[in-house]
């Protein structure tokens, strides 16, 4: 298993996936961010289960390398109080910040992965972009489906992925998962080349 559990860590990686608090957001299109964390907490054996960093979190050994995963509690908009909180405890560059997002760009089943870049309009990223204070950190974008016209922005990121779309999602959320694996091994243009996708 590319995965292995180790008892202590010291992350050189913070993976901080973004999201809302509670059940009532847990499958939303804003969300997206969240799944992968899970997913990738599942592949390495741990449980985003302890508090730390205005979030819930875990340490793991991904590959050769430790990391910290993080899901932010402190809602959607508010998501920087968890980046810089972790990067400043275990000293830690933005570079070897990852974060994952969702994004409505882009269909379902897409996965965009980048070194650096603006918000593109997603307001946690940018939450973490003004706390930083810097863009240049890494970040995978999720396809969380091209918002209907009709529909306002804040009911389709908080609206329930369908049920047709689960095959598409699932498949998202195990690529970003591989392309973390690539990525805090230092081979960020493989991942790139590998599992960037749209659909």
């Given at each position: 298993m590319f995965f292995r559990k180790k008892e202590k860590i010291i992350p050189v990686w913070v993976i901080i996936g973004l999201g809302n608090p509670g059940k009532k957001y847990e499958y939303t299109r804003h969300n997206a961010g969240f799944l992968c964390i899970d997913r990738i907490a599942e592949k390495a054996g741990v449980e985003i289960n302890k508090k730390m960093f205005d979030s819930l979190g875990a340490y793991c050994r991904i590959g050769d390398?430790?990391?910290l995963l993080l899901k932010p509690q402190t809602f959607m908009n508010n998501s920087g109080?968890?980046?810089?909180?972790a990067l400043e405890k275990h000293?830690?560059?933005?570079?070897?910040?990852?974060?994952?997002?969702?994004?409505?760009?882009f269909n379902v089943g897409s996965v965009r992965i980048r070194k650096s870049g603006s918000s593109g309009g997603q307001k946690g990223v940018n939450d973490i972009i003004e706390n930083?204070?810097?863009?240049d950190?890494?970040?995978?974008?999720?396809?969380?489906?091209?918002?209907?016209?009709?529909?306002?922005?804040?009911?389709?990121?908080?609206?329930?992925?369908?049920?047709e779309e689960s095959d598409a999602l699932n498949s998202a959320i195990e690529n970003v998962s591989l392309a973390v694996e690539q990525i805090v091994c230092g081979n960020f243009d493989l991942a790139m080349s590998k599992y960037?996708?749209?659909v």
């Open positions: 390398t430790d990391c109080y968890a980046a810089i909180q000293n830690i560059s933005p570079e070897r910040l990852l974060v994952i997002a969702d994004d409505v760009s930083l204070g810097t863009q950190f890494p970040r995978i974008k999720v396809g969380a489906g091209k918002r209907p016209e009709e529909t306002p922005m804040v009911d389709w990121v908080l609206s329930l992925f369908k049920d960037n996708k749209t």
